[in-house]
């Protein structure tokens, strides 16, 4: 019996988002090649997949996840949270790096969640190695201070 026929009552969505949080890279992969929508939120407080494996630090997951050509790397919690924000709060510098690289990213200076923070905010705040991190990646090439 598979993995998905024991999974009960539960649709490949949530099947998805459970591996994402839980950094079962090899069910994130299953659910991929059954089709599942690599931008599905979580009924309860919006996130998605993505945004389960940076706050977690499954940085495989993460991997397996930008390398999908439909993930949406901007996508916002219902609580406005949002993966440039959540991985510059949890000083994962690399996570940082890699979204900084993709062209669709938006957000730096984008207010996210409670508090009114920025992900430039949250990195400087965090420090120095975050913030320089921003600084050169290709979105924000512009930025100097």
């Given at each position: 019996?598979?993995?998905?026929e ?6 490949l969505n ?34 998605t ?16 996840l ?19 924000m ?8 690399s996570?940082?790096?890699?979204l ?10 984008d ?9 430039l ?19 924000y ?5």
């Amino acid at each position: 019996m598979g993995w998905l026929e024991m999974s009960g009552e539960k649709s490949l969505n949530e099947l998805f988002l459970a591996a994402c949080e839980d950094g079962e890279e090899a069910k994130v992969n299953a659910a991929i090649v059954l089709g599942v929508d690599v931008n599905t939120k979580d009924a309860t407080n919006g996130c998605t997949g993505l945004i389960w494996a940076i706050n977690n630090k499954y940085e495989d997951v993460v991997d397996i996840l930008l390398a999908h050509p439909d993930i949406d790397i901007n996508g916002k919690t219902y609580g406005g949270c949002f993966p440039l924000m959540i991985a510059a709060f949890g000083c994962l510098t690399s996570v940082v790096t890699k979204l900084g690289r993709m062209p669709s990213l938006r957000g730096v200076n984008d207010q996210g969640g409670g508090g009114g923070q920025t992900p430039l905010s949250l990195a400087t705040y965090n420090g120095k190695e975050s913030r320089l991190l921003l600084k050169k990646t290709k979105s924000y090439s512009w930025f100097s201070g």
